[in-house]
């Protein structure tokens, strides 16, 4: 951790830390370019803007998919340069993703879905049955276990990621358009998930195009036009905590 980012006062590190962060995109989306941001630990951190304008390769950027042609990115404190391959894993499971197209596996039912993530980590079914079923009873689909993730309506199908993401009990949850293609009862239903989350201390990155949203959750905001921030926005620079 650089030495700005943590005081002589003990604070907690940041969760992630942005520090002249350069991407260049292919085609004709443009780069993103010298984004310097900390998110931390426990808070919730906004990233907005318009489509194409960057938010979703943050995202990459965060879970190791893409590597920044400059600039330094801390994830609990560890460089992510430095990282080996074999330490990613370890740090993945620390972080619960909602990506925007979702990724269920729709052959699979809605508790398998769920399942895989504590399988992958190598637990026992005895071990975790009874947490897939709490936990999709958490997100409203409790009634739903056996369903094939792909007859599921949007709604659910959304509730079913937020439960996958979850499952693993993460230090930092990341959501990409959480609440894309939802109506008003349906998002403000996952929106209050997600902020019971972070009141029981997990750290919270929600990509959003919607800018009320944005700025009506009362949280820290990297605002995003043409992979460039956009001057104004309530950004914490590097080095905060």
Known sequence: MSTNAESAAGRVPPAVLFDGVHLPRPGDAAPLEDLSFAVAAGSVHMIAGPPGAGKTAIVELILGALRPARGRIELFARDAAHLRRRD????????????????LLDRLSAFDNVAMIPRIAGRRPGDYRDEVLEVLAWVGLGRSPAAPAGALNLRDRRRLALARAVIG????????????????????????RLADLNRAGTTLIVATADEEMAEGLGAPVLWLDGGRERRGGAVPRAGAA
């Open 88 to 103: 990613w894993p370890l740090v993945r499971r620390r972080i619960g993703t909602i990506f925007q197209d979702l990724r």
């Open 169 to 192: 009990r993460p230090d930092l949850v990341i959501a990409d358009e959480p609440t894309g293609g939802l109506d008003q009862p349906a998002s403000l239903s996952l929106l209050r």
